[in-house]
């Protein structure tokens, strides 16, 4: 795979570019979220392993604004962070995994592997990528969402939220299995921050039909209209 590194700290990057080229990638380096804007946006990359606390720009206003250009490449944030509202940030951003340092090589080739199976999966099952479900309209090839044919501007996260109730669609899924796919938490440690995302969700796809339903005392169903 073509790797792209955003980190700052010698030791570390080439920790990371040297076990990373030892298993067959192709690794580029970039040291400030500013040079990645300026000149590494053409390429296509196959993962970006990215560093929070950088110089100027950090690692998640990095992220947002690489979502934002629609970039859609896998992204794992590296952080000495380790609290849930740190994960919780990092990921609401647009990240799709997140490793605390220190931590092991191996565990680190486990997540890339993790992100490579599925996106993998998800190419071979998305034949087509247009989904219609009356007034609202996704087009997940394009990662474009309209209602009544005028597209909604709707952040990563709240993105990634609407395809997983999709994926189960006229089924209830829990706030805990919610933050487990969209947010990479396995535990719900008294958060609301499900109840504040399907709330800003509904009040975009949601002007005239109902999609999400709550089942009380246990989650939400999206339902066909």
């Known amino acids: 795979m073509q790797i792209l590194v955003i980190e700052d700290d010698k030791r570390i990057s080439d920790f990371l570019i040297r076990g990373l080229e ?10 400030s979220a500013e040079s990645v804007l300026e000149g590494f946006l053409t390429i296509s990359w196959d993962l970006i392993i990215c560093d929070i606390m950088l110089p100027g720009i950090d690692g998640i206003q990095l992220v947002q604004s690489l979502r934002f250009r629609k970039v859609f490449v896998p992204i ?11 994960k919780v940030a990092a990921l ?32 071979q099952e998305n034949v087509s990528t247009v989904l219609d479900f009356g007034s609202l309209t996704i087009d997940q090839s394009k990662h474009e969402v309209f209602v009544d044919n005028k597209i909604i501007e709707l952040s990563p996260r709240e993105y990634k939220l609407l395809n997983y109730l999709i994926e ?3 089924k209830t899924v829990t706030r805990t299995q919610i933050l487990n796919a969209v947010w990479g938490i396995t535990f719900e440690n008294h958060t609301n921050v499900v109840d504040v995302y399907i709330s800003y969700l509904r009040s975009k796809i949601e002007p005239t039909v109902k999609y999400i339903f709550t089942v009380k005392g246990i989650g939400y169903m999206f339902k066909q209209s």
Do not use: W
């Open 92 to 123: 609401d951003s647009g990240a799709d995994d997140y490793i605390t340092k220190p931590f092991h090589f191996d565990e680190l080739l486990s997540r890339i592997n993790a992100l490579t199976r599925r996106n993998n999966y998800q190419n």
């Open 22 to 31: 030892e298993h067959g990638h192709l690794v580029t380096l970039c040291k």
């Open 76 to 86: 794992i944030m590296l952080s000495a962070l380790n609290s849930t509202q740190d």
């Open 168 to 170: 189960n669609v006229d």
